[in-house]
Nanobody, 119 residues
């Protein structure tokens, strides 16, 4: 079954920056929404950012102005450029896609990529 594959995570100091990426298939990127999510132990996965096919981008309040999501349908990849990282950004980050914001994600969750912000 198709799934996104995330990469690029690592350990970074507070205030630092990191770029993470995910790759999927062409069909996966036909969805209206491609999004980044994150999850910490014991908590539910939360939406971080999403990009619609129109190019409209949405971010949660805690990352707005610090994170930039790029969606590249031609190469079936998405990137999350993270700057001014904070310890509370530590999480496993995942990609997925949706038809509408209120609908479930379309694909099984991939392996995710661990981002750790610590001095």
């Amino acid at each position: 079954q198709e799934q996104f594959v995330e990469s690029g995570g690592g350990l970074v100091q507070p205030g630092g920056h990191l770029k993470i990426s995910c790759v999927g298939s062409e069909s996966m990127f036909r969805a209206e929404i491609v999004a980044w999510y994150r999850q910490t132990p014991g908590n539910q996965r939360e939406l971080v950012a999403r990009v619609l096919t129109s190019g409209t981008t949405r971010y949660i309040d805690s990352v707005r102005g610090r994170f930039t999501m790029i969606r590249d349908d031609a190469t079936a990849t998405a990137h999350l450029l993270m700057s001014k990282l904070r310890p509370e950004d530590t999480a496993v980050y995942y990609c997925n896609s949706q038809t509408f914001p209120t609908q479930p994600v379309l694909f099984p969750w991939g392996p995710g990529t661990q981002v750790t912000v610590s001095s």
